[in-house]
């Protein structure tokens, strides 16, 4: 730890009177999410966009074909077409992504949950992965508040290499950088927790006892990554496979009621299949005209969720003569779903609280 000036702070027993005063240690829970732009603009899309494009774990080609493809013809584009599609769902009044919005409020009921079991003992922050605030910024306020322990939390229920694992990454990043490096974990995915797939029942029967005519189907509609990733060993498709048959037994529902897809397909590689937003499409054609769409993968709504769910997959199913499309928002700062993170954190702070 470093020297303090905080009024908590105190000179350790059996030290020199002219030892650094160090505040009372503490445990440190960082919640970490993907990220957001700093704004709607070309520059802010550019510098959120490049720094999530040229991240490894996301883009995996090799760094000469890659970065020259991104720098002079992706990134002269697309933030025009992102910035575009952002400021549909852009919360105008707070001047912040949705997803930043949610962050903050399932960050700040999370906090007072844990200060009611704990006190002053904990210190809850969040970080985003990309953009602001960074991961090293924030492990270095908890560090300076006195947290000699973190427990380090990605919002991820499914584990994936391109969010998870680079979520990790740069918090590992961040503790090269202490001096004093506090004792850390990680959070395991929490595709298959009973309070989770609770929580995501509940949303889906909450949302079917507010529609008149009962969809037909409901589509779990997951973040898609390369196929080739599940060849290489990423348990991805495995656990998203196994969130909706929990999902599905939870529910008493039969095996023709709900249904894994994937979303937001990006490059010419074959990605998991089948995709949301063609097979939606094909759901209308087959006689499917009444939908419900649910994204599991997703702790807080965004833009994956907001516009391309809420837009161009419900456009698709509409165009293909599909009648009755129902979103079923994320889990976002919902009671249960709060419940379900604090549970996940509880079982990981075993031994140090």
Same mark, same amino acid.
């Given at each position: 730890?470093?020297?303090?000036?905080?009024?908590?702070?105190?000179?350790?027993?059996?030290?020199?009177?002219?030892?650094?005063?160090?505040?009372?240690?503490?445990?440190?829970?960082?919640?970490?999410?993907?990220?957001?732009?700093?704004?709607?603009?070309?520059?802010?899309?550019?510098?959120?966009?490049?720094?999530?494009?040229?991240?490894?774990?996301?883009?995996?080609?090799?760094?000469?074909?890659?970065?020259?493809?991104?720098?002079?013809?992706?990134?002269?584009?697309?933030?025009?077409?992102?910035?575009?599609?952002?400021?549909?769902?852009?919360?105008?009044?707070?001047?912040?992504?949705?997803?930043?919005?949610?962050?903050?409020?399932?960050?700040?009921?999370?906090?007072?949950?844990?200060?009611?079991?704990?006190?002053?003992?904990?210190?809850?922050?969040?970080?985003?992965?990309?953009?602001?605030?960074?991961?090293?910024?924030?492990?270095?306020?908890?560090?300076?508040?006195?947290?000699?322990?973190?427990?380090?939390?990605?919002?991820?229920?499914?584990?994936?290499?391109?969010?998870?694992?680079?979520?990790?990454?740069?918090?590992?990043?961040?503790?090269?950088?202490?001096?004093?490096?506090?004792?850390?974990?990680?959070?395991?995915?929490?595709?298959?927790?009973?309070?989770?797939?609770?929580?995501?029942?509940?949303?889906?029967?909450?949302?079917?006892?507010?529609?008149?005519?009962?969809?037909?189907?409901?589509?779990?509609?997951?973040?898609?990554?390369?196929?080739?990733?599940?060849?290489?060993?990423?348990?991805?498709?495995?656990?998203?496979?196994?969130?909706?048959?929990?999902?599905? +037994?939870? #529910?008493?529902?039969?095996?023709? /009621? !709900? &249904?894994?897809? *994937?979303?937001?397909?990006? @490059?010419?590689?074959?990605?998991?299949?089948?995709?949301?937003?063609?097979?939606?499409?094909?759901?209308?054609?087959?006689?499917?005209?009444?939908?419900?769409?649910?994204?599991?993968?997703?702790?807080?709504?965004?833009? +994956?969720? #907001?516009?391309?769910?809420?837009? /161009? !997959? &419900?456009?698709? *199913?509409?165009?293909?003569? @599909?009648?009755?499309?129902?979103?079923?928002?994320?889990?976002?700062?919902?009671?249960?779903?709060?419940?379900?993170?604090?549970?996940?954190?509880?079982?990981?702070?075993?031994?140090?609280?």
């Amino acid at each position: 730890m470093t020297q303090s000036n905080r009024p908590d702070a105190v000179c350790p027993a059996h030290a020199p009177k002219d030892h650094p005063a160090l505040p009372k240690a503490k445990v440190g829970i960082l919640l970490a999410n993907l990220g957001t732009p700093d704004g709607t603009d070309y520059w802010s899309m550019r510098r959120y966009l490049n720094e999530f494009l040229s991240d490894q774990r996301v883009i995996d080609y090799p760094k000469w074909k890659w970065q020259p493809l991104l720098q002079l013809i992706i990134l002269s584009k697309r933030p025009f077409t992102s910035g575009a599609a952002y400021k549909t769902i852009w919360n105008q009044e707070a001047d912040e992504s949705p997803l930043a919005t949610i962050t903050k409020d399932q960050t700040r009921k999370i906090k007072a949950e844990m200060a009611k079991q704990y006190g002053d003992q904990v210190v809850v922050d969040y970080c985003m992965r990309y953009g602001n605030p960074s991961t090293k910024s924030k492990v270095r306020n908890l560090v300076e508040q006195g947290c000699d322990k973190i427990l380090f939390f990605p919002l991820y229920p499914q584990y994936a290499g391109a969010t998870s694992a680079t979520a990790n990454d740069e918090f590992f990043r961040a503790l090269m950088a202490e001096k004093w490096q506090p004792a850390s974990r990680t959070v395991a995915p929490y595709f298959d927790q009973p309070s989770y797939i609770d929580a995501l029942a509940k949303s889906v029967e909450s949302a079917y006892a507010e529609i008149e005519d009962k969809p037909d189907i409901l589509v779990c509609s997951y973040h898609g990554v390369p196929q080739r990733y599940l060849m290489e060993g990423d348990p991805y498709h495995c656990q998203c496979q196994k969130t909706t048959r929990l999902l599905r +037994e939870r #529910l008493g529902w039969s095996e023709t /009621e !709900i &249904k894994t897809t *994937f979303q937001s397909r990006f @490059g010419p590689e074959e990605w998991l299949k089948p995709y949301t937003v063609e097979e939606v499409a094909r759901l209308a054609e087959d006689g499917k005209k009444k939908i419900a769409v649910i994204a599991p993968a997703f702790s807080s709504d965004c833009i +994956e969720t #907001l516009e391309e769910i809420n837009e /161009e !997959i &419900k456009e698709s *199913f509409e165009e293909a003569g @599909g009648e009755q499309f129902t979103y079923i928002p994320c889990l976002n700062d919902e009671i249960p779903h709060i419940d379900a993170l604090c549970e996940t954190i509880n079982n990981n702070l075993k031994g140090w609280l």
